[in-house]
């Protein structure tokens, strides 16, 4: 698992990358907020979270894989990982702030971008 990166991974770079060339400008990995979001647009006091589907248990065929080994332990982690990102989003939103998440499968897909450009916009 210490291979496994929490930042600059290729979803996230795919989501910068365009929403940079539209125009928008961002703080990456900001440490003084909760859950140290990818990207924050000050300015706009919006936040978004590029979640990997497996690691944040999204529903869908990459989230819903489970680990043949080791199952307790898996169910466990990602189970609070869960808990953590709800826990962080409600802190988010109490400081102010509007936050969206962006999934690693929607990235693939390309369906994110129209939905976050508009979240941006408002």
Same mark, same amino acid.
Do not use: M, Q, Y
């Given at each position: 698992m210490? /291979?496994?990166? *929490?930042?600059?991974?290729k &979803?996230?770079?795919?989501? /910068? $990358?365009a929403l940079h060339a539209l125009g928008f400008r961002f703080r990456l990995h900001v440490r $003084?907020? &909760? $859950? *140290?979001?990818?990207?924050?647009? &000050? $300015? /706009?006091? @919006?936040?978004?979270?590029?979640?990997?589907c497996f690691w944040h248990g999204h529903c869908c065929r990459y989230g819903l894989a489970q &680990?043949? *080994?080791?199952?307790?332990?898996? /169910?466990?982690?990602?189970?609070?990982?869960v808990a953590r990102d709800a826990?962080? @989003?409600r802190r988010l939103r109490a400081e102010g702030w509007s936050v969206a998440t962006v999934w690693e499968c929607t990235v693939r897909s390309g369906s994110w971008l129209r939905r976050m450009v508009r979240f941006l916009q408002t």
């Open positions: 210490s /291979r496994i990166r *929490s930042k600059d991974t &979803p996230e770079v795919v989501v /910068r $990358g $003084g907020l &909760p $859950g *140290s979001p990818d990207l924050v647009f &000050p $300015g /706009r006091h @919006k936040i978004i979270f590029v979640h990997g &680990p043949k *080994s080791n199952v307790d332990f898996w /169910r466990a982690k990602l189970a609070a990982n826990r962080v @989003k």
